[in-house]
């Protein structure tokens, strides 16, 4: 029997909430944010800088000739177009391509690894419903939810680096005042939230953030002087600010619940500890010491890539495109061409809108613990105590931003889903040293699973690395990462 993906139950309110008429945002990162010493510093909390999406040549120009000639010859298995290394794995192939050929799904992306050394990377099948352009292991797609543990892993090197603690009390490293429609007022319990309860999703805050967007009032707001409009839309911090009138759901650090809210939160003392814009900061002192290049934050995209990004196809946009899985019709159909008001700047950065591909997203996890160190590895698979809704006291599904099973003192596995309408992402760092990373371009969630457990069941059979297995520098890493002190 295999380790339960623990976080699927807890994003299907979501989704559900999300579904009666949150947009979807989600592309673009260009440029890292490092600033010279003799440029000002930029106010993270009113960063104008927009994000930019990679070109396929800006990704796969880092490749070696082999896992570059595997991405533009694509080999069919059985009917599926199939990309990455090494040439022939039967058993695994043959196990995503039924699925995808039974499902209609239109392709998935994945790469596993084993002590810490790169054991395959694939692309199946087509990036969307109405084209043709191959899946790749290099072509980004919407994380989702993953983005709140990215978002935990950013907070944990400022606590490595000794910048912030645990146990801060949250709101007042923010010190921000709220934001309060008539007849709200702050709970005082709000005071006593920890960066720590904010990672283990025990702070009592609200889950789908969505629910504060209120354009009129934010313009209002600017009108007063009280908020500073960016681009003509409120700032992430003070979207932070407005969901503070908020009341908790229960007292700090005594319940487990999943909280979209207490990830936002976390970003914004991200960027108050660390001085970037939180897409910023992920890029410097994440993606720079993994040596990854495909990420990029839905969040702050210009009108005319985001309206881009909306068409069935993405006309062109080097990423996975969502495929919805209509239940009735028992098929696929490719998400509706709207071109309704913009609505992506500023929307949830720190839990739904980071984007990567499937080599960085294992390259994240497989390397999480050596990024983070000894100290708070054993920390981030730590699952606090609670009560749960029966009264009895039981340990959170959550550790430090991911889902966590099995044993203790570090031998723990972690892992996160992320979900949205027409696509899932998947990551797992597992207790014997094996990890893998999953995208799907489809919500179709019983065939979806089939496809995450497929990696999962090969490392367990798994005895001895595969004739042609890649090496990380095949894909333009370094190597095997080692932090430096």
């Known amino acids: 029997m295999h380790e339960p993906v623990v976080t699927a139950r807890l994003e299907v309110s979501r989704r559900e909430a999300l579904l009666s008429g949150a947009a979807l945002c989600g592309l ?24 930019l999406i990679h070109a396929r ?33 039967p058993e695994l192939d043959g ?3 039924n699925v995808l050929k039974a499902s209609g799904i239109p392709g998935a992306a994945l790469c596993i690894a084993k002590n810490e050394r790169l054991v395959c990377t694939r692309g199946y099948g087509r ?32 606590v490595r680096d000794g910048k912030l603690r645990l146990d801060d009390l949250a709101f007042k490293i923010l010190q921000d005042g709220p934001l309060l429609a008539r007849g709200q007022s702050v709970d005082p319990r709000l005071h006593k939230i920890t960066v720590r309860q904010l990672m283990s999703h025990t ?37 932070v600010r407005v969901g503070m009138g908020h009341k908790l759901l229960f007292e700090p650090g005594s319940k487990f619940s999943y909280s979209g809210q207490g990830m936002q939160v976390l970003g ?16 410097r002192h994440i993606c ?9 934050v839905g969040s702050y995209l210009k009108d005319d890539q985001y309206h881009r990004f909306l068409k069935p196809n993405r006309e062109g946009l080097y990423a996975m495109c969502p495929a919805i899985y209509d239940k009735k019709q028992k098929r696929h159909r490719p998400p509706s061409d709207s071109s309704g008001e913009y609505v992506s700047w500023g929307q949830a950065d720190a839990c739904g809108w980071g984007s990567m591909s499937a080599i960085d997203l294992l390259r994240w996890v497989t390397f999480f613990f050596d990024l983070v160190g000894p100290e708070l590895s054993k920390e981030a698979t730590d699952r606090p105590w609670v009560v749960n809704d029966q009264g009895k006291r039981v340990q959170g599904g959550a550790g ?75 894909y333009g890493f370094p190597g095997i990462f080692v932090r430096r002190e």
């Open 28 to 51: 673009g990162f260009a440029h890292s944010a490092a600033r010279s010493a003799d440029k000002p510093r930029v106010d993270p909390f009113h960063d104008p800088g927009y994000s």
């Open 127 to 158: 990036a969307s419903l109405v084209g043709s352009v191959p899946v790749e292991p290099t072509m980004p797609a919407t994380i989702m939810s993953v983005s709140k543990a990215l978002t935990a892993t950013a907070a944990l090197t400022l």
């Open 400 to 474: 430090l931003g991911w889902f966590v099973y099995g044993g203790g003192d570090g031998k723990a596995g972690i892992n996160h889903e992320g979900a949205w309408p027409g696509e899932r992402s998947f990551a797992e760092h597992r207790p014997g040293g094996g990890s893998f990373a999953v995208l799907v371009n489809s919500d179709d969630d019983p065939q979806v699973g089939k496809i995450i457990d497929a990696p999962r069941q090969f490392l367990n059979k798994l005895k001895t690395f595969p004739d042609g297995a890649p090496d990380w520098k095949d």
């Open 203 to 239: 702070s009592g805050l609200f889950n789908v953030v969505e629910t504060l967007n209120d354009p009129g009032r934010f313009h209002a707001l600017a009108q007063q002087g009280r908020i500073q409009l960016i681009h003509g839309r409120i700032g992430q911090n003070d979207l």
């Open 95 to 97: 196990a995503v391509t």
């Open 57 to 89: 040549a800006d990704l796969i120009k880092r490749l070696g000739d082999e896992a570059r000639q595997a991405q533009e010859r694509p080999r069919i298995v059985n009917g599926i177009h199939v990309t990455g290394l090494p040439a022939s794995l």
């Open 268 to 283: 914004r003392i991200v960027e108050k500890v660390g001085e970037l814009r939180l897409d910023r900061y992920i890029q």
């Open 288 to 296: 720079g010491p993994l040596s990854m290049h495909s990420y990029y």
